[in-house]
Nanobody, 118 residues
Framework: QVQLVESGGGLVQAGGSLRLSCAAS????????MGWYRQAPGKQRELVAR???????IYADSVKGRFTISRDNAKNTVSLQMNSLKAEDTAVYYC????????????WGQGTQVTVSS
């Protein structure tokens, strides 16, 4: 059974930094893209950043220049370094990965709360 386990959320003041990490475990053939999404209260889940197996990245416009996504293919992990945090970054952050078991399928972590106080 494939699982994504996140860590690193918490409470931080505006202007501060947090680092989120996500590790994939279980039996699978390979991991294609990995990424982070977030969902604020009353809003739809949105893409924050995504990275493919070749290291190519995409970012939401709202986080460009502040957030950095990275992955360790050997450890099956993805991280999100968040700097210059703003109150509007407050949300539940979800790890996401496209993992090939028999066929590619989307997997989600349980979510981790990030709260930025202004």
């Amino acid at each position: 059974q494939v699982q994504l386990v996140e860590s690193g959320g918490g409470l931080v003041q505006a202007g501060g930094s947090l680092r989120l990490s996500c590790a994939a475990s279980g039996s699978f053939f390979r991991i294609d893209a990995m990424g982070w999404y977030r969902q604020a209260p009353g809003k739809q889940r949105e893409l924050v950043a995504r990275i493919n197996s070749g290291g190519n990245t995409i970012y939401a416009d709202s986080v460009k220049g502040r957030f950095t996504i990275s992955r360790d293919n050997a450890k099956n992990t993805v991280s999100l370094q968040m700097n210059s945090l703003k109150a509007e970054d407050t949300a539940v952050y979800y790890c996401n990965a496209l993992i090939v078991v028999v066929a590619p399928a989307n997997y989600w972590g349980q979510g981790t709360q990030v709260t930025v106080s202004s």
